[in-house]
C-alpha cells in the first residue's frame, strides 16, 4: 500500500437525510438496518468535501437481524440509475447502517472488511468511501440517535474517524427521497371524486415511486370503507401484465401493506397469490416490488419447463 497523509475531510449532511435514516432505525429497533448515501463531493489535494445529497432506502429483498444486515442491491441500483438519469452529477459516497439494537459502538470487522473491499474495487467510481454509523439511540433529545462517520480510501489500509467538527447539518433538500416531511394525500373515489386523507409520509413516498416506475398505479379511496389503496396494471417479462392491488391498513397507528393480484388472466401464479394472503409489508412500494419480483421469477422458470 501507499504511504498517504491523513485525509481532511469535511461532511455535509442534510437534516432531511438524518430524518430518513433515523426514521429507518424507528422502523427496526431490533435488527439492523442500512442504506445507499448518494450526493456530490469535491477533492482538492488531500482536502475532500461530502455533500451527502440522498439516501437510498434498503430495499424489500434484505437479509436482517441484531448483528447482521444484507440490503436488496437490485432495488438499490434501479433507484440509483433512475436518479443519475435525473442528477447526472450523483455520486453514490458510501453507505450507512446501524449498530444501536447490539452495543457495538464502532463498525465490525466484517464491515471494515466490506468497505475496504468496495473503494479498492475497480468498478468504484471513486477514490474514497463515506460510512455512517448509528450507534445509540438517544432518548428525550433532538437528533434521536448518536452517530459516528468514517471515510475509506482506496489503496490505504486505514480507516479514518471524521471527528464531530467536520460534521455540518443543512437544511438542504433531498435528491431521494423527494419527500421527507408529510404531506396531505389527495386521493379519488372510484366516482372522479377527490377527498383529503389522514397524513402518511410513507404513503407519499410510495406515490413517488409509483410515479416513477408504475405510473399506472393509481390512489384511491373507497367512499364506503374509507380505506387508501392502489389499483392498476402490473407489467411483466414476457409482455404480460396483470392487475394489481395494494390495500393500505392503519393499526394501532402503524401503517401496513398488502398486495394480491385481482385478475392473472390465465398466468401460472396460484400459489403466489395464496402466499401473499396473509403478508403484510411497511410500505406499498415494498410490496409491490415484492410480488412483482416473485411472479417474474415464476413465469421465467415456468417459460423454460415448456
Given at each position: 500500500?501507499?504511504?498517504?497523509?491523513?485525509?481532511?475531510?469535511?461532511?455535509?449532511?442534510?437534516?432531511?437525510?438524518?430524518?430518513?435514516?433515523?426514521?429507518?432505525?424507528?422502523?427496526?429497533?431490533?435488527?439492523?438496518?442500512?442504506?445507499?448515501?448518494?450526493?456530490?463531493?469535491?477533492?482538492?489535494?488531500?482536502?475532500?468535501?461530502?455533500?451527502?445529497?440522498?439516501?437510498?432506502?434498503?430495499?424489500?429483498?434484505?437479509t436482517r437481524s441484531a448483528t447482521i444486515f444484507v440490503p436488496d442491491r437490485e432495488h438499490q441500483?434501479?433507484?440509483?440509475?433512475?436518479?443519475?438519469?435525473?442528477?447526472?452529477?450523483?455520486?453514490?459516497?458510501?453507505?450507512?447502517?446501524?449498530?444501536?439494537?447490539?452495543?457495538?459502538?464502532?463498525?465490525?470487522?466484517?464491515?471494515?472488511?466490506?468497505?475496504?473491499?468496495?473503494?479498492?474495487?475497480?468498478?468504484?467510481?471513486?477514490?474514497?468511501?463515506?460510512?455512517?454509523?448509528?450507534?445509540?439511540?438517544?432518548?428525550?433529545?433532538?437528533?434521536?440517535?448518536?452517530?459516528?462517520?468514517?471515510?475509506?480510501?482506496?489503496?490505504?489500509?486505514?480507516?479514518?474517524?471524521?471527528?464531530?467538527?467536520?460534521?455540518?447539518?443543512?437544511?438542504?433538500?433531498?435528491?431521494?427521497?423527494?419527500?421527507?416531511?408529510?404531506?396531505?394525500?389527495?386521493?379519488?373515489?372510484?366516482?372522479?371524486?377527490?377527498?383529503?386523507?389522514?397524513?402518511n409520509e410513507g404513503r407519499a413516498r410510495d406515490q413517488e415511486f409509483f410515479e416513477e416506475f408504475?405510473?399506472?398505479?393509481?390512489?384511491?379511496?373507497?367512499?364506503?370503507?374509507?380505506?387508501?389503496?392502489?389499483?392498476?396494471?402490473?407489467?411483466?417479462?414476457?409482455?404480460?401484465?396483470?392487475?394489481?392491488?395494494?390495500?393500505?391498513?392503519?393499526?394501532?397507528?402503524?401503517?401496513?401493506?398488502?398486495?394480491?393480484?385481482?385478475?392473472?388472466?390465465?398466468?401460472?401464479?396460484?400459489?403466489?397469490?395464496?402466499?401473499?394472503?396473509?403478508?403484510?409489508?411497511?410500505?406499498?412500494?415494498?410490496?409491490?416490488?415484492?410480488?412483482?419480483?416473485?411472479?417474474?421469477?415464476?413465469?421465467?422458470?415456468?417459460?423454460?419447463?415448456?
Amino acid at each position: 500500500m501507499f504511504n498517504f497523509k491523513k485525509p481532511d475531510v469535511e461532511v455535509y449532511i442534510s437534516k432531511n437525510a438524518l430524518n430518513v435514516i433515523f426514521d429507518e432505525c424507528d422502523r427496526y429497533d431490533f435488527d439492523e438496518t442500512g442504506g445507499r448515501i448518494i450526493g456530490a463531493y469535491q477533492k482538492k489535494g488531500n482536502k475532500y468535501r461530502i455533500e451527502v445529497q440522498g439516501i437510498i432506502e434498503p430495499g424489500s429483498q434484505v437479509t436482517r437481524s441484531a448483528t447482521i444486515f444484507v440490503p436488496d442491491r437490485e432495488h438499490q441500483t434501479k433507484v440509483f440509475r433512475m436518479v443519475e438519469e435525473m442528477h447526472p452529477a450523483i455520486e453514490h459516497l458510501g453507505s450507512w447502517h446501524t449498530h444501536h439494537m447490539n452495543g457495538l459502538t464502532t463498525l465490525s470487522s466484517g464491515d471494515r472488511a466490506t468497505y475496504q473491499r468496495t473503494v479498492n474495487h475497480h468498478m468504484h467510481n471513486t477514490d474514497f468511501y463515506y460510512a455512517l454509523l448509528v450507534i445509540e439511540k438517544k432518548h428525550g433529545s433532538k437528533q434521536r440517535y448518536v452517530i459516528r462517520h468514517y471515510f475509506l480510501r482506496r489503496n490505504d489500509d486505514s480507516i479514518y474517524e471524521i471527528p464531530d467538527s467536520k460534521v455540518h447539518i443543512t437544511d438542504e433538500p433531498l435528491v431521494w427521497p423527494k419527500t421527507t416531511t408529510p404531506v396531505p394525500a389527495i386521493a379519488k373515489t372510484k366516482a372522479g371524486a377527490e377527498v383529503q386523507v389522514k397524513t402518511n409520509e410513507g404513503r407519499a413516498r410510495d406515490q413517488e415511486f409509483f410515479e416513477e416506475f408504475h405510473p399506472d398505479l393509481k390512489p384511491l379511496l373507497s367512499k364506503k370503507t374509507n380505506v387508501f389503496y392502489w389499483k392498476g396494471k402490473l407489467s411483466l417479462i414476457g409482455n404480460t401484465s396483470l392487475d394489481v392491488l395494494v390495500i393500505e391498513s392503519d393499526q394501532d397507528g402503524g401503517w401496513s401493506y398488502s398486495v394480491t393480484a385481482t385478475n392473472n388472466e390465465g398466468l401460472p401464479i396460484t400459489e403466489i397469490l395464496e402466499r401473499y394472503k396473509d403478508r403484510d409489508f411497511k410500505s406499498a412500494r415494498h410490496a409491490v416490488l415484492s410480488i412483482e419480483r416473485d411472479i417474474n421469477q415464476e413465469l421465467y422458470m415456468n417459460r423454460n419447463r415448456v
